[in-house]
């Protein structure tokens, strides 16, 4: 068996019903999970071959739940890149909510404002995202599936247009102002300097991560439709207000998770 069919293997149990929803949840943010209700949920650490998050705000939990009468599996706490992994090990989480039956992701990150317009507290609609990590998964030569992208991938990315009006629907529903902007990833762990901020926003950025990229692209392949939200925790380096601390981002994504909660459980009441 591969690493993943041991992997769904050990994590089915969770899931006497296939999750329709599969949630990521970025720095700071894994409280959403405690919205789900009959939660179940699994260690990271005692799954075999499952790779461990080493990140403050990132708990390491696979949670299975319903929200909105809809089955949900929510990964509290992600992998990066930047703790050393390879990006086949940065989507497995995603490969397993796939393998498992989900067929919508909802991934979510903190991100570093670089538009003006995003403040610390900003939530941000993830439209389309430029991969400055440099690093794509290499699809393996034999025994992989033929999997068809939905129809509206090669000319929009991996993110789903129709979500994206859904998402902009409940935000305006609950009050809640969801900024549309492009989402540009970089490796990390280090923060940007000044000048790397100003050619992001010059190549068309809006926010930057060290995350989501790989894993958006790869729930696109594997034909789910994917909705991304960032949570603006600071402004990037060299911004009028910037300040780069792992302690801060954690900080403002607190303060903003009602806001998100609210968000988020609103738009999943839309999915059908």
């Known amino acids: 068996m591969s690493k993943l069919d041991n992997i769904v293997k050990t994590v089915q149990p969770l899931f006497p019903e296939p ?39 990132h708990d390491g939990f696979i949670i299975s739940g319903s929200l909105a009468g809809k089955r949900a599996i929510c990964f509290q706490g992600r992998i990066h890149l930047y703790e050393g992994y390879e990006v086949d090990e940065v989507v497995l989480p995603i490969q397993l909510a796939s393998a498992l039956g989900a067929k919508t992701l909802i991934i979510t990150n903190a991100s570093g404002g670089v538009n003006d317009a995003l403040a610390p507290g900003s939530l941000m609609l993830i439209t389309d995202q430029i991969n400055f990590q440099f690093r794509r998964r290499v699809l393996p030569s034999e025994n992989q599936p033929t999997i068809e992208r ?51 926003r010059f190549l068309g950025a809006d926010s930057t991560s060290m995350s989501t990229v790989a894993e958006a692209a790869e729930a696109a392949r594997l034909g789910m439709e994917v909705l991304g939200i960032s949570c603006i925790t600071n402004k990037a380096a060299g911004l009028p207000g910037s300040t780069l601390d792992h302690e801060d981002v954690i900080a403002v994504a607190a303060r903003v998770k009602d806001d998100f909660i609210r968000l988020l459980k609103s738009i999943i009441q839309r999915i059908k």
């Not at 329709?20 to 009959?38: Q, R």
């Open 19 to 57: 999750p329709a929803i599969a949630v990521v949840l970025g720095s700071g943010l894994g409280t959403f999970a405690e919205e789900l209700e009959s939660p179940r949920k699994i260690a990271t650490s005692e799954i075999a071959g499952y790779p461990r998050s080493t990140v403050a705000g």
């Open 150 to 200: 939905p129809t509206w991938y090669s000319g929009t990315g991996p993110y789903s247009p129709p979500l994206q009006t859904l998402a902009l629907e409940a935000a305006s529903d609950e009050k809640i102002r969801l900024f549309p902007g492009r989402l540009g990833a970089v490796l990390g762990p280090t923060y940007e300097t000044p000048a790397e901020v100003r050619m992001l």
